[in-house]
């Protein structure tokens, strides 16, 4: 096998695991979406929906929901911050173990709903850390908008005579984030509080299967 074979038989099979890890994630951005979105009310993910329903709250006068709001946009970018210090400092896996204990964490305060609201939003923000790019190709984990946004000015390029398929990738989040959240309303539904938790074991799964991919190839993961 050539050298040049070689690199590129190397680089499918990591971006084949990157996808499948961005797909898994996705999964479980959209699970945890659904689940606080039923159990509190307010996206938390979805910081362009918390944004317009901030603003509505201001000029309906519902300032404290408002400042709720708003706290929960803070901590999503501070979540989206110390996600990563952690990732460059460590590795991507261990922001995903972060994320882990901040589900476990939700999950035990059920009954303290705004706190349960603003630690899911840090979580959410957190793990978009883990895995910010597939060779080179921007990827959101916790938000849809910027995925389809790609996609569709793919395709109009596609249409216009460009032939790089490399659009298609944005299918992968989105797809992710839509599936998890049917699974989290489905458990939402039945389980209510209690459903909380599979987030947790899916993202303390997720953790374990991390650990076991390459750092060669996990720093390629994430933005230096």
Same mark, same amino acid.
């Given at each position: ?14 971006s ?8 898994? *994630? ?10 606080g ?20 709250? *201001? ?24 996600g990563?210090? *952690? ?5 991507? $896996? ?10 476990a ?8 709903? &705004?706190?349960r ?13 883990s895995? &910010?790019?597939? &060779? ?5 984990l ?17 249409? *216009? ?9 944005q299918?992968?989040p989105?797809?992710g ?7 989290g309303?489905?458990? $939402?539904?039945?389980? &209510? ?32």
């Amino acid at each position: 096998m050539t050298f040049a074979r070689r690199r590129r038989l190397v680089r499918r099979q990591r971006s084949s695991v990157g996808l499948a890890l961005v797909a898994a *994630i996705s999964f479980l951005a959209g699970m945890t979406d659904a689940i606080g979105l039923l159990s509190v009310g307010d996206f938390v993910s979805f910081m362009s929906g918390n944004t317009t329903r901030a603003a509505v709250a *201001i000029a309906g006068g519902d300032f404290s929901r408002a400042v709720l709001l708003l706290l929960g946009l803070t901590a999503f970018v501070i979540g989206n911050a110390g996600g990563v210090i *952690i990732a460059t400092r460590y590795r991507p $896996h261990a922001v995903l173990l972060t994320v882990s204990a901040m589900l476990a964490l939700a999950a035990l305060i059920a009954d303290f709903r &705004e706190a349960r609201f603003l630690l899911l939003i840090l979580a959410m923000g957190t793990i978009n850390a883990s895995v &910010e790019q597939i &060779e080179g190709l921007p990827i959101g984990l916790t938000y849809v908008t910027g995925a389809l946004s790609r996609f569709g000015r793919g395709l109009g390029r596609w249409v *216009i005579g460009v032939r790089n398929n490399q659009w298609l990738v944005q299918l992968v989040p989105w797809s992710g984030m839509l599936a998890g959240a049917i699974a989290g309303a489905f458990l $939402h539904l039945r389980a &209510e509080n209690l459903a909380i938790w599979v987030p947790f074991f899916v993202a303390a799964s997720l953790t374990l299967v991390a650990i076991r991919i390459p750092r060669r190839w996990s720093s390629r993961y994430v933005q230096r």
